[in-house]
């Protein structure tokens, strides 16, 4: 008999997965707020959230280091957000 995953861990992986980068420190900081904010970040700054998993790693590592700003405000509070996170 085979196991089935349920839909919201499925979900949770293949987020996870989508985390993963060409750049470690990329890897780090995502997955770190996966681990510490998602479960309790609304939808709309799970939204943004996920518009910042869909940018090149370029352009993604600017914000978060940074060297750019989004020009979108949830955006730019998620960024805010990932940076406060300790290691």
């Known amino acids: 008999m085979r196991c089935l995953t349920a839909p919201a861990d499925f979900n949770m992986a293949r987020l996870r997965w989508r985390c ?20 309790t970040a609304s939808p709309s700054e799970r939204d943004a ?8 790693d370029p352009d993604l590592f600017g914000y ?11 955006q730019r509070a ?7 996170l300790e290691p």
Do not use: N
Request: positive net charge; aromatic residues 6%; hydrophobic residues 50%.
């Open 20 to 39: 993963r980068r060409g750049m470690r420190e990329l890897d780090v900081m995502l997955t770190r707020y996966l681990d510490r904010v998602w479960a």
């Open 49 to 56: 959230f996920m518009q910042l998993v869909d940018l090149q």
């Open 64 to 74: 978060l280091v940074g060297r750019a700003t989004p020009a979108e405000e949830s």
């Open 78 to 84: 998620i960024i805010a957000c990932i940076r406060r």
